[in-house]
């Protein structure tokens, strides 16, 4: 019989062949069953404390430093030296509740899998996780035949394929809403880009995913929501409190907006206006009015513009500044004092240019535009006659209001024809 | 957010209240009307065929169950947004899983058999040889899969739905005795024998097969509904529930009223059709195999289907007809597996389908009482369903069903001995 406590050999053992394994006193007698282990949320996962079911039925959560693992032809127990209550406080993560038979996410692999079993290794300082199993080794081995199903292959010579996923690879999802409040931070999830998280999201239960993306900051939060299918960015923004949607929502191109708010709730649309900047909600409004053939329903009122006396370095200097969207600043506009339209310089152009020279001796003084009452057919002669990019969109008053980026037109077209994306 | 046909939903206009119910009218309808399927025409025919109107009292109990099963189903689809399979893995472990969905896989394999078998046999009736209609029912079901968008998905599943209807009529051309059925309702001949007790377990079984739990709670998902609408939801229920029981109760009827007066004994739902013709008109034999192609064809989509589905749901491996065969490896081999061995023994002459058919149900009726306590048990635990938990009456139906089933089937296993 070999007993490890603090083991000096480093021994590894499965979740599997402890969990719900009889628990006895150090005089032999039965003291329970155990129930769940409880780590440590922080990196390394340590091995905290043992939720015993007693014989009576109650649970106990006992701090582990008074247990021991022993083991006899690879059947295990626990043997509880000294008994040690243990407080559970927000900090800890629980193995049943949390982990096994649940959906994790692998930051390697950007996968949504569901964990089988918890590799957990012994260390001078303590018991540490060191890795999920979510293959089929892990599935064979919580119905008892790995063994037999191993010793099977091996005529083909072959094993069980098993997948382990290392410890700080995971990004954990179950929230618990029993009386500890364990709290699984997110802070994994967050170092995904955003269109690798908005499909985990996607993935989840309603529940799960909109707690994901709940906790996500507000910029993030607006990159994840453009990545998503229609269907799902409407959820989102539902489940969400009406100041943080709201938040999210002012990050984001002001047609995306006036898309996602025509899906919703006439009455929670009105509320989330309500809440958003006013500049942000005036132009998310006027864009919500126009006619869904209409350029005017495709246009975003995110553009850069300048007046023709601007040098080049002054444009750096304030893109460095505002710091706005990629697409909004292939091109950057030139208006007068009105805001009427007399020209636009390309990015490029910009880049190569001297410091001191002035929009005025760069701009394309003749920019192809449309109006936003135009028919969006009107639109796609142009995109496809002089294959621009972005297409500036000015009033009845050659007021300059709005830029079309072509990803927009794309999407849109797709949608038309019912092409899932 | 998720399933295995993923398509955007329309919210527009929510606030109407017409509306909102066609929005969330579907999950009940389709899942009842699905509940119709080849293995089901077969033991409502069978059952009137050999009984008359004598069981279509079982249909009152069934529909009570049916309700409150699909009741929970939508409660803990719209509270949790998880799937059953999901559900059952993150509370009860592996073991039980393995053990639910490997009699599931194999009950269902079972069932997409008859589901083929349901296509061959109404196509006879037309005249056309399974060795052409078989293979050619396969490939339609796998362009319809691979094809078809959720949109076109849900068209097929309404036109579906109204072609059950063409029951409706077959039971009206045979010119039923109303009185009779009434009062065959209200004071119905109880037998005590074997063959009876081995029918009524059929019918409550084929009514509530467990594999129809798992469909109910993602298509409930699949709508993203919110427990704000439940009314709405609820409405739907009922509404599926009554469509079932309704097109179960003319079967039964058309089949009793012809069938069973000439003493004819029938083994399979198109013996029913052909039947049919010297007795109520080559119509209506025409439109009861009709109804039997269209009920089976829908089926053979689905099942395999949703079957693949949760069996991945449980274990986690990626599933859903949106992922690349490279990415979801186990998904595309048991769907095809499901599918293959289904139309293989079909098309083997003289195959012991009425065999596999019996065992289908034996392995449905084992399951069925799994299946519930599992779903009481869920919908009870306070930390999955927060103040949704079931009431007193959900629960109480809920396990006299399991004890009925159970001792039916214990009642059947001795008599099967003696």
Known sequence: MRSYSVSPVFPSIYFSYIYNTRVRLQDGRLMGRLADLLASNSESGKVLAAVIKTKEGRLATLDWSGFAIDEHEHKYSLVCRERKDFTADDSVISFRRQILDQQIVDINDKKLVRVNDIRLVFLSSGLFPVAVDVGWSGILRRLGVVEITNDFLQIFNRSVPSRLIAWNNIGFLSQDSRNIKLSVSYSKLHTLHPSDLSDIIEELDRKTGSAVFASLDDEKAADVLEEMEDGAKVSLVEDLPVEKAADVLEKMPTDEVADILDDLEKERAEELLKEMDQATSCEVRELMEYPEDTVGSLMTTDFVAFTADTTVDAVFEQLRKTKPESDTIYSIYVTDQTGRLQGSVSLPTLAVSAPQTTLAELMDAEPKFVYDTDKLNVLLKLLSKYSMLVVPVVSSADILIGTIVIDDVIYRLFRKQGVQL | ?418
């Open chain 2, 1 to 418: 957010m998720r399933g295995w046909l993923r398509g955007g939903r329309s919210t527009r206009n929510y606030l109407a209240m017409g509306a909102t119910f066609l929005a969330v009218l579907g999950p009940g309808i389709i899942t009842g009307s699905v509940d119709n399927d080849a293995g089901g025409i077969t033991t409502y025919s069978v059952a009137g065929a050999r009984y008359g109107f004598n069981l279509l009292w079982t249909l009152i109990p069934s529909f009570v169950v049916l309700f409150v099963v699909q009741e929970m189903n939508a409660r803990m689809g719209v509270v949790t947004g998880k799937g059953l399979a999901d559900l059952i893995r993150e509370n009860f472990g592996v073991r039980i899983t393995f053990c639910i969905f490997l009699g599931l896989l194999f009950a269902d394999i079972g069932n997409t058999t008859t589901e083929f078998a349901g296509i061959a046999g109404a196509m006879q009736v037309f005249g056309v040889s399974k060795y052409v209609s078989v293979p050619a029912a396969a490939f339609l079901v796998w362009i319809l899969v691979v094809k078809s968008t959720y949109k076109l998905a849900e068209k097929i599943f309404l036109v579906f739905s109204v072609s059950l209807l063409s029951y409706v009529l077959s039971a009206l051309l045979a010119k039923p005795d109303w009185g009779q059925i009434g009062y065959s309702l209200i004071r119905p001949k109880l037998e005590f024998n074997y063959q009876y007790i081995e029918m009524v377990i059929g019918i409550i079984g084929t009514t509530i097969a467990p594999w129809m739990q798992f469909y109910m709670q993602s298509a409930v998902i699949e709508k993203g509904l919110k427990i704000e609408n439940y009314g709405y939801t609820l409405l739907d229920v009922i509404v599926g529930c009554i469509a079932t029981v309704t097109v179960a109760f003319f079967i039964i009827v058309a089949c009793a009223s012809t069938l069973h007066p000439h003493g004819i004994q029938i083994e399979e739902a198109k013996d029913a059709a052909m039947a049919l013709e010297p007795l109520a008109g080559r119509f209506s034999s025409q439109l009861f195999a009709f109804g039997l192609l269209i009920a089976s064809i829908f089926s053979a989509i689905i099942l395999p289907l949703a079957t693949a589905f949760y069996v991945c749901e449980a274990f986690g491996f990626e599933a859903g007809i949106d992922k690349s065969p490279k990415e979801a490896p186990e998904f595309y081999r048991l769907y095809s597996a499901i599918i293959i061995i289904a139309v293989l023994t079909v098309l083997i002459p003289g195959a012991p389908l009425i065999t596999i058919t019996l065992w289908t149900q034996v392995i449905n009726g084992i399951l069925l009482p799994v299946v519930l306590v599992c779903m009481i048990r869920l919908v009870n635990n306070k930390d999955i369903m927060g103040p949704y938990t079931s009431k007193g009456f959900s629960n109480a139906v809920g396990w006299i069903t399991v004890v009925v089933l159970v001792g039916l089937s214990f009642i059947l296993f001795i008599m099967g001995l003696v």
